[in-house]
């Protein structure tokens, strides 16, 4: 799920980099199913079916299980049960849910789509299902409900998805991008594409220098996905789109950041970031040590060249220990610079503090410097977890 389609107050505590809990997270978004909610969902279902028994609708959302559902768990819960109390077939029942979906809870009404790919997914309704989700995106993502769509028929529906990219609205092109992302986060994986992208790039071609960062941004968020897999590939197309348009080369900028954080030569090239040679890192110390969990490690070095230091890119990168006494390395962005002097004082913190994403084990575990992607410096430290 991408950021734009959390709500604006929840995505900053979405990232694998804060210290809010992401079950924490999930628990807050979960609980926006809310009666409040389902007041404003009632309306307008009884709105567009006069019919429409609340009641009974309400007593089967909360049901004995309801309150141990995850955030997923209960946009599935409500679809299932909105196909349970919405009458006649799929075609009638979207009809309904056409005059139902309302502006505004985008997070929340992700069921309207989900609705197509539970009940949709037979032959015979797909152009009712596709329309639907053409339909539904602009006031809740579609890039879930898609896939299996994707999944069924490449060709056809990435056809459709290059049709989508021509829309006049920026949400539905933005749906012709994500929906067809590899690896998108929360969603169903589309292999065949991970082992041949072919059909996702007329897309992303098209869609290079869209007028919407939004859209921009899927484009870039796709090929990424794909560097993961293909890195040849997208540098290819880098060098390419490059040197074209500003935003473009923002957008490429963003699609290579996998490659730039793997210190890829080709990708550091690219991007004006020369071999280090002449750079030099000093004086490398860090403390505590050891270090206890629940505890910041502060370390500070010096860059030193000749001559101007340049365009530089510094991270720096953890080896934690694992569980089985293996160290596994993550590598954290710390600046981007032209620098026009030949010294610079550096000082960070890395805070050491279980999370859902990563639970901390004692030992040694190794902090290294790295500029332009080259390691320049390194040194070990000791974690304790307790007393």
């Known amino acids: 799920m991408g950021l734009k389609t959390i709500p604006k107050e929840f995505r900053h505590i979405t990232t694998r980099t804060t210290t809010f809990p992401y079950l924490c997270v999930m628990e807050l978004l979960k609980n926006r199913y809310n009666d409040a909610f389902f007041v404003f969902l009632n309306a307008n279902l009884k709105k567009a079916f ?14 004995t299980g309801w309150e141990n559902r995850g955030l997923k768990d209960r946009m599935r819960h409500i679809t299932l049960v909105l196909g349970d109390h919405l009458p006649g077939s799929f075609p009638e029942q979207l009809s309904i849910l056409k005059k139902a979906i309302g502006e505004g809870h985008a997070l929340e009404q992700l069921f ?42 490449p060709e056809k529906i990435m056809a459709q998805l290059q049709e989508w990219a021509d829309s006049e609205n920026h949400h539905v092109r933005r749906l012709a991008s994500e929906g067809c992302r590899p690896r998108l986060p929360w969603g169903m994986a589309l292999k065949p594409f991970r082992n041949d992208p072919s059909l996702v790039f007329p897309i992303l071609e098209k869609l290079k220098t869209d007028p919407s960062e939004y859209v ?16 040849g590939l997208i540098l290819d197309i880098a060098r390419k789109w490059q040197g074209k ?53 502060e370390f500070s070095f010096e860059l030193e060249s000749a001559k101007a230091l340049g365009k530089v890119r510094l991270e720096f990168a953890v080896d934690f220990m694992k569980n089985n006494g ?21 000082v960070k913190k890395q805070a050491f503090i279980d999370r859902t994403t990563r639970k901390h084990y004692a030992g040694k575990h190794g902090l290294a410097i790295l500029v332009n992607g080259m390691e320049k410096a390194g040194l070990n430290f000791n974690l304790i977890l307790s007393e």
């Open 112 to 153: 309207f789509p989900d609705f197509v790919e539970c009940f949709g997914m037979h032959p015979e309704h797909e152009e009712e299902a596709l329309n639907a989700l053409h339909f539904f995106t602009p006031y809740a993502t579609a890039e879930f409900a898609i896939r299996p769509f994707i999944l069924r028929s």
């Open 245 to 297: 348009q500003a935003r473009t080369d923002k957008l490429l900028k963003h699609a290579c950041r996998t490659l730039l954080k793997q210190g890829n030569p080709m990708a550091m090239q690219l991007f004006g970031f020369n071999d280090p040679a002449e750079i030099k890192v000093k004086h490398l110390s860090a403390t505590p040590d050891p270090i206890h969990l629940g505890e910041s490690l």
């Open 326 to 346: 293996k160290t596994s390395r993550k590598v954290f962005f710390i600046s981007e610079n032209q620098l026009n002097k030949k010294h610079l004082d550096v």
């Open 50 to 63: 006069p019919a429409w028994n609340k009641r009974a609708f309400l007593q089967k959302i909360y049901d």
């Open 216 to 231: 921009r941004r899927s484009v870039a968020n796709n090929l990424n996905d794909i560097s993961k897999d293909h890195p």
